[in-house]
């Protein structure tokens, strides 16, 4: 099998993207030949049958100039591929579409965002297949698609062997992501008052001046809540710093909307670190532990109250809770196993 990937950013240790890497890394595994085009490529360590390509974002190269570099690289990495895999846009199968047209190649795309776009709906008409991670992540609906889970690396999201008891901060709680609105933050914060043994610490950056004035704005009001030393904004982080924080967290915390698997979820679980949710897509995966798991509405005092709940678990509903989650992750989410279902899916469509 001979893959072309598109994607948008390559670098080992970004602290968005860095999990493209390990995708690639793990696709690798797989596949005969895989090539990379990305709109940027930082600090990569791939295996030797993985070809990367940069359209030159990370050089300050304009839209005409990577146009015309896109154009160069699938004319020349193109040709005898076995499928065209765009990852993560729904603005790359349009892109690819006439050299894919020229040599007779199928083209697949993931897609997990709750976005409905032109761009989509388009790409949806020109692609084979339509990947996604579970059937609230496309809300595009489509005979094309295909739910087939999300890729989660639990040889790095583990549960830390060394961690001692009394290593653990208990207490503590993590939040994991992009620091921007949708993903309720400033609720979470409004809730620490009444969870007087909480600390929060927020892993993750903000990535448009939208997120930045956001960002802004709960520095502002920790400081009227007197929040100052129980709330931590650990920046972005590579993805093994991101795993040290979970494995330290007593808890993670996610509310954002119903509407696809989180991913950050899902590494917390893989993690052996208890999540917490609002999305009810996660009910299935909490099971017997949705009362305590799920919130059920994003009001400050329900989430308070959920988060006391959770730190009141006895240490052996704690470990079962912990062992439930993480047994779960390895059954159904690994990134080898994801990785096979989307090399099965490219089998079916060869020529």
Known sequence: MKVLMMTQHLEKDHWLLGFIHTWVAELAQQVEQLAVIAFSVGKIDLPHNVAAFSLGKELGLGRVA???RLAYLLGIALPGKDVFFSHLSDTYPLLAAPFCWRWGIPMTMWYTHRS?????????KLVQRIYTASPESLQLQSRKSRVLGHGIDTRLFAPKQKLQQNELK???IVSVGRITPIKNLHLLIEALPAVPQAQLVLVGAPALPSDERY?????TRIVELGLQERVIFAGGCSPDQTAAYYQAAQFSVNLAPTGGLDKVVLESMACGTPALAFNRTFAPLFAEHTPVLQIPSLSPSQIAQQLKQALALSAETYQQVAAHQRARVLADYSLPALMHKLCSEFAQLRP
């Open 116 to 124: 409905v776009t032109w761009r989509l709906r388009l790409s949806e």
């Open 215 to 219: 960002q802004a704005q709960l520095q």
């Open 66 to 68: 990577r146009a015309q």
């Open 170 to 172: 208990f207490g503590q």
